[in-house]
């Protein structure tokens, strides 16, 4: 409650997550460090590529990684606190985010496609990310969008569909 009433006037993303969820995502990272995630814009959808470093998790834009390689800085990192997870049941997560390449609602988007592929109990969602990071030519980045779209995260980024009514 305290951690949510202090980061609700700030303008950033921030999250408690159930320690039992978190167990889940943790062990995920660690067999599946990095993945790629889909970022929806207006002209189709931009990846960044999430990494973990122990308990943050790095996103750099991919497009960024391919052109300035390893020295590609990150667009937003999470921060997990798991120091109340055995006496509370709770992780704290913060963020930092570069403003010039993301604003809050792309960040938080990011930052809940990290549930949506972590913590799922879907195994064919949990399935691209082995693939990624484990069969990695057989990833195929279509199989992100399209499970993205189905999961609804990420609508309010694209821009309303005006139909032509000529």
Known sequence: QIWNQ???AKDTVYAVIPAEKFDLIWKRAQKCPSFLYA??????????VGQWSGTELHFTSLINIQTQGETAPSQLVLYHYPELQEEKGIVLMTAEMDSKFLVVHEAQCLANQVQLFYATDRSE?????ETFNHRSSEFKYMSVIA??????????????QVSDKS
Do not use: C, D, I, N
């Open 6 to 8: 202090y980061f609700s």
């Open 39 to 48: 970022l929806p814009r207006k002209e189709g959808y931009e990846f960044f």
């Open 125 to 129: 969602t949990y399935e691209l990310v």
């Open 147 to 160: 499970e993205l779209e189905q999961s609804g995260l990420g609508r309010e980024l694209r821009p309303a």
